[in-house]
């Protein structure tokens, strides 16, 4: 079984923490987690880290310690049922900034699962630009005072 070590303040982890839906099945919830990616990618995992999003409420301690611990604590949705704003306000956590991709840069959901087996592969359902404004929206809400 996992140690579960809590992380405490002083100790190294990651300046900031980004909690993402990911979507069921919707271009909304994947292009948060694929923006989400792509801001570690580019930021390195000193800067930015991913939470895991359901480890909050089951009390995950590296998770919960990482998210104590981190200077800014930011969440990514892709509609407005806030998945991912609610999960982390109900583990006790304050949000430094919310994004929201519907709202903030106009994406239309689209639940694909209906075309399952059709054919098309699940980058036919993510836009390029959305998920480059995204990213853009993520990694202001990092460097913004
Ligand atoms: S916020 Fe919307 S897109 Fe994201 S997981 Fe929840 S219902 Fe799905």
Redesign the pocket.
């Known amino acids: 079984m996992a140690e579960e070590k809590e992380c405490q303040e002083g100790m190294p982890s990651h300046e900031n923490i980004i909690f993402s839906?990911?979507?069921?099945l919707?271009n909304?919830?994947i292009t948060?987690a694929l923006a989400c990616l792509e801001v570690v990618k580019e930021l390195g995992l000193e800067k930015a880290a991913i939470g895991c999003l359901p480890s909050l409420p089951l009390g995950v301690k590296p998770v919960i310690g990482k998210t104590r611990v981190a200077r800014k604590v930011i969440t990514v949705?892709?509609?407005p049922?806030?998945?991912?704003r609610k999960t982390v306000e109900a583990a006790g956590f304050s949000i430094t900034k919310s994004i929201v991709l519907a709202r903030d840069i106009g994406m239309k959901?689209v639940a694909f699962h209906r075309d399952i087996g059709k054919g098309e592969g699940v980058a036919a359902y993510v836009s390029e630009e959305e998920g480059k404004s995204a990213k853009e929206l993520i990694e202001k809400a990092i460097f913004e005072d």
């Open positions: 839906c990911s979507g069921g919707s909304t919830g948060s949705d892709g509609c049922f806030e998945c991912s959901k």
